[in-house]
């Protein structure tokens, strides 16, 4: 399988992130990367392959131009406030509040396109957010050429953000940008596989009235779980997409059992779909280890849900989300991949 790493992702290195009224140390680290790398590199995948620059165009095509602007220059403006280290937003527009003008202060700016203070904004994010949707986008046009499969390496991850909005540790939503690329470029039919622990609330939001782009995922209920306002069971999609969003909320502390029961029914509901490609948003945070998620997967598990994946022979690409059980990361990410290997190379040419 055929590997794009994003070599400028420590370029996004927060120290802190705010939780519970405290600053503790960052989940979403650079190291997870790098022990993603270091099992990979001692496996048999690969071989990597340079990352491409396609061009602001393709974020274009799902973030709103404004938003991407925001980010780029974010952490300056942040800096010209007099704001110290990480930015983070302080105050939003909720229910009643205008979000449809443009404040010019950057800390209302900061709440307009943001959806919780957890998502520490660094003077790199821009930069490790826009190389690792290209990164994306490389891995993307591997499979469009004719690869079996391809895993994209990268963080931040993506699946949190939304067309105007970042949240959940998420800037660019690479599965969105990757989807909607492969749609401008002829497929007709993209399912989205969303295996995080958390709710892809931004890849969701993004395609909810759309036929085209086939969102499921699997995640924690929200409930009780991040990103607590979006996930739930009866949302099916809207307009003409009614029907094509499916997600499988499970309770916090779900056995294994339960979690491949709902795996197993959203792969009918995906094959039934059709799709000319599969994208996997593939956070390795269900992990039992995994210090902010509570689910119990483990490396068989990981490696079933990569032979099952495989098994439903689509071109399949794969992008990094989240996990954060740092030094387990890159075993279990390599469980998935090397199940799904094991599972395509007995099968012909898809
Ligand atoms: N201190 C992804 O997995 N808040 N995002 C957790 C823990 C948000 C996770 C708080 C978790 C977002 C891509
Ligand atoms: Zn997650």
Known sequence: MKIVYNERHAQHAAQKEFFRGQLVDAFEIPARADFVLQALQASELGPFVPVVDHGR???????APAYLRFIEGAHAEWLALGGQGEAFPAVWPIRSLRSDVEPKSFAARMGLYSMDSGSPLTAGTWAAAYWGAQASLTALDLVLAGERSAYCL????????????????????????????????????????????HHGNGTQAIFYERADVFFLSIHGDPQTEYPFFLGHADERGAGAGEGFNANYPLPAGASNEQWFEAFEKALVQLN?????????SLGVDTYGGDPISHFRLDEPEFRRMGQSLASLQLPTLFLQEGGYATAAIGRNVLAVLAGFETTAQGQPGV
């Open 154 to 197: 990268t963080r931040p991850p993506g699946h949190h953000a939304g067309a105007d909005f970042f949240g959940g540790y998420c800037f660019i939503n690479n599965a969105a940008v990757t989807a909607q690329a492969a749609r401008d470029a002829g497929r007709q039919r993209v399912a989205i596989l969303d295996v995080d622990y």
């Open 57 to 63: 165009v393709p974020l274009e095509r799902v973030h």
């Open 272 to 280: 039934a779909f059709a799709p000319e490609l599969l994208i996997v």
